[in-house]
């Protein structure tokens, strides 16, 4: 500008050409508030028709929706008084600590580490289970929940599925074990273990991380019918024993696989 000041395209355009230079991208993808998604488009259209970025490079813009505040109203970084990032993982950590130390009896130490793991959890899963253009309202209590579609929801299960492997005390499952029969619940969690693949994909050609989310509550839910219907470690036919064995194994594999994506990991104990 004639004061000397810049632009927010002229910042744009030049950290695109800075790209460029470092990256030499196919794709850049801007995940930004969706209300910019006309401002974004012409900058793409004046990077393309001014060579700073090839034609064969994709430009897509991702709209995401804002982040409200139980009034309903969105957070404004400009106005300030909003919590900083740093702020808001001790704050959800510690709130989970407080739940874990207040339902269990366990070490300060490990459950403040695992406290750390499973907040980091609800926060990632609480932001990412929305679909990103809607708007969605912040809420603590829900998003740290052990119950219903979060993040503490499904470190549990898996937490629980390591145990019942633990106790079962055999080094690894055997795959072949696994048959075709069994029961409704069973084959309920057999049919949502093999929706993985196309879910994940669809997900990645999507942009679209909240479907990984649905699809990994599903499958969670479906293990816990079939645990409360099946007795695993009492059951007395060793082949239908080692068949559900090989089962959950397969089970904790993919809801491992599926919050590495969404970028949090689970903790052994909770």
Not at 62 to 75: I, Q, R, S, V, Y
Not at 125 to 151: V, W
Not at 184 to 194: C, D, G, I, R, V
């Amino acid at each position: 500008k004639s004061d000397g000041g810049t632009l927010y395209n002229t910042t744009d355009l030049a950290t695109m050409v800075e790209r460029m230079e470092l990256f030499n991208p196919d794709e850049i993808l801007y995940v930004v508030d969706k209300r910019q998604e006309l401002y974004f488009e012409t900058v793409f259209r004046c990077a393309k028709k001014t060579a700073l970025v090839p034609e064969k490079t994709k430009l897509t813009f991702l709209g995401f929706g804002t982040m409200n505040g139980k009034d309903g109203k969105p957070f404004k970084t400009r106005d300030g008084g909003v919590m900083r990032l740093e702020s808001l993982i001790q704050n959800i950590s510690n709130a989970v600590l407080d739940k874990m130390l207040e339902n269990r009896e366990t070490e300060r130490e490990e459950a403040e580490k695992t406290a750390k793991t499973v907040g980091l959890a609800a926060l990632k899963y609480g932001d990412l289970s929305n679909q990103a253009s809607k708007d969605y309202i912040f809420d603590m209590d829900r998003f740290i929940s052990f119950e219903g579609n979060t993040g503490p929801y499904l470190l549990y299960t898996i937490v629980r599925i390591k145990s019942i492997l633990q106790k079962y005390n055999k080094a690894g499952a055997d795959m072949s074990a696994l048959q075709p029969d069994g029961t409704p619940s069973e084959t309920a969690l057999k049919l949502e273990a093999a929706r993985f693949n196309e879910v994940a994909e669809a997900a990645g050609n999507e942009y679209a991380p909240h479907k990984i989310c649905q699809y990994l509550y599903g499958l969670a839910n479906a293990f816990n019918t079939f645990y409360h219907e099946n007795k695993i470690l009492a059951e007395q036919d060793k082949s239908k024993q080692e068949s559900w064995i090989a089962l959950i194994s397969l089970v904790k594999g993919i809801l491992e696989t599926g919050i590495y994506l969404l970028g949090f990991e689970a903790p052994e104990r909770m």
